[in-house]
């Protein structure tokens, strides 16, 4: 028989399949252990955003914000956006990093955990601004009060799954492996 480049000519190169049955498991864990990041990142975006100030202009107590301050309603969507980006970079490199785990299966978990996580980031963060920001039981008229920063678009669910994606697929691409490194001998 004869060998070229230490395959023995006439036989085909198999790639690695990809394991799915032994990943589903190491998986869930994964997406779960994922997922509980969104308390501390949506306690963080609680401390860091900051409160919009309200004027009470009518005796049933609406509120209207002051000149500029309707800005925070930005400052604290792109707080949430950045927090979800690192969060998102960081989980992308820690999942890649279980090297007996990498593959597609493991991508999937991941993106899917860190939707979770930014989901319940999201409401959390919602709920612990609430708490540090309460509104007054009696609104007097001409009164100005902090309101609770708040999260108007959805779409910033979008940037802790799409960066974990970004971040492990740049280190699957930059991996030359087949079996991206997984056989740990």
Known sequence: ?????????GTAHRPPRV?????????????SLISLV??????????LAPPQ??????????????????????????MFLLLGLVAGLLVGVVVWLLRARRGPVMLVGAVLGSVLGAWLAMR???????????????????????????????????????TTAFAYGSLAAWNARDDLGRRLG
């Open 53 to 78: 100030r309200m004027r009470v202009v009518t005796r049933d107590g609406r509120l209207v914000p002051l000149t500029s301050e309707s800005w925070h309603r930005f400052d604290g969507l792109a």
């Open 1 to 9: 028989m004869e060998w070229v480049h230490g395959t023995p000519v």
């Open 124 to 162: 959390m963060g919602s709920a612990f601004a609430e708490m540090r920001f309460p509104v007054p039981e009696s609104l007097a008229l001409g009164a100005v009060v902090e309101r609770a920063p708040v999260l108007e678009s959805a779409w910033v669910l979008v940037a802790q799954p799409l």
């Open 19 to 31: 394991v799915v049955k032994a990943d589903l498991l190491p998986t869930f864990s994964v997406a």
């Open 38 to 47: 969104g308390l501390p990142l949506g306690w963080i975006w609680a401390q």
